[in-house]
């Protein structure tokens, strides 16, 4: 598959940095009101050494990204977002197959499940990027199919109570609010479908 990285990282960085005040919004309910800020600043890093990152090679540039995304993103969110796209760095082969991104995104997802020492259910971006990665390894997977789980799954992080992350701390009064985690990662995954399905 091709991997078009310089409008994979444009797309993604630029809707992220976008979304910004969305995101502070929602965690401003559940969190500590920086998720916003935080990721964009992540973001806007990624974008600073934009030339550096597009002169590697696609795993290597992933894992940039990641490496950067720990070092500049503040709280939780950069250790987990960075595990993210470093194993997905580590893991996708220099010709990637659909295949072969469905199990990099499989392994990234256990990877973040290990750093956060969490898992599907309590309210976090897990939420959205665990049924993401099971669903791009069924037959039925396709970029419509795949947006839209990303933005049902996000909507169902509201009726959950937090079980992990910040939002913890709030017992009952983390219900009825959209996990910021899971609303970053249902942009993140908007964005490439875009971008794979030549929308950009």
Not at 17 to 34: V, W, Y
Not at 100 to 128: E, F, I, N
Not at 170 to 198: F, N, T
Request: hydrophobic share 45%; glycine share 10%; net charge negative.
């Amino acid at each position: 598959m091709a991997f078009p990285l310089e409008p994979l990282l444009d797309t993604l960085s630029g809707r992220v940095i976008a979304a910004a005040e969305e995101l502070t919004a929602l965690d401003s309910a559940i969190g500590d009101a920086d998720h916003g800020l935080n990721m964009k600043r992540g973001f806007e890093a990624v974008l600073a050494d934009r030339a550096s990152i597009l002169a590697k090679p696609p795993g290597e540039a992933l894992k940039a990204v990641g490496m950067t995304l720990v070092m500049k993103v503040g709280g939780a969110s950069g250790p987990l977002f960075g595990t993210l796209f470093m194993t997905l760095g580590k893991e996708l082969p220099p010709d990637a197959s659909a295949k072969d991104v469905a199990g990099a995104l499989l392994t990234a997802v256990s990877a973040v499940k290990a750093r956060g020492k969490s898992d599907l259910g309590c309210k976090t971006m897990l939420d959205v990027l665990g049924p993401a990665a099971d669903h791009l390894s069924s037959s039925q997977a396709s970029f419509g199919s795949l947006r839209d789980l990303a933005a049902a799954s996000a909507q169902a992080t509201i009726p959950m109570k937090a079980t992990r992350g910040r939002a913890s701390f709030l017992g009952e009064r983390s219900v009825g609010h959209m996990d910021p985690g899971a609303r970053s990662s249902q942009i993140m995954i908007e964005a490439v479908c875009d971008v794979l399905e030549g929308r950009i």
